[in-house]
């Protein structure tokens, strides 16, 4: 729900991150879909079509060079039924871009406003310690290793990775090394759901093993077709990039005009 953890300056990058990935998700096909009722045929290949075109694919990032065919967007009918036309891929596409762009991309209102809830709850905090332009290139760099770490190990697939997930979970990684101490409100499923305020740590901490189990298939979850490893690599990472910070005092907080100058 929400940390206590104050910080010294405003969380601009944060702020504007949330904003550039709600304001993607606005202008992609998937908006329409409410999540309630089911998509038709059209719909479903329009965001095919769109996901393969800006979203990361496996294969592609191992290989280095596009697919020769993708989703077109129509409907068609084929031996097997209708389904979504495949043609030739007629657009140009750098796999290394488009481990960018899907960074900003979601697959629904659930996947976007969860990361964004772990964002806005944890990077506030990690961009005051890094400094705003550190804390940017810090949040690609783990998007950028989430992505190429879960391709990797996924060489063959063929789906595309859409989300901030990997990204925001080197967020999280790095708040567990900075922050270990400080306190979570968090609501807990016992019985209903009960408000706990917890440990950075216990929280984080356990965040991780739930995802890790899931990634190795110790664990079974519900939540559909999910890139758990990515999650793994991105939270991995971004501890290891904030371990040089844990323990140091940080930086002094920057002037402000109009009030006295200690000396």
Known sequence: MHDINPVRRTPWVTWALIAVNVLAFLLTPTVASTGVTRDSLSQLCRQEAFYERYGAIPRELVDNRPLPAATTGDVGVGPNGPGCVVERRWYEKIPVLSVLSSMFLHGGW???LGNMLYLWVFGNNVED???RLRFLLFYLFCGYAAAYGF???NAAATQPLVGAS???SGVLGAYLVLFPRARV???VPVLLFIPLRLPAWLVLGLWFVLQWL????YAVSNAGSVAYFAH???FVVGMIVALPLAGRR???EPRRWGGPVPT
């Open 110 to 112: 659930l996947h976007l």
């Open 214 to 217: 899931y990634s190795s298939g």
């Open 232 to 234: 793994v690599v991105g």
């Open 129 to 131: 310690r890094f400094g």
């Open 166 to 168: 990997g990204a925001v």
């Open 185 to 187: 409100w968090s609501l």
């Open 250 to 252: 940080p930086p002094p």
């Open 151 to 153: 391709a990797l190990v």
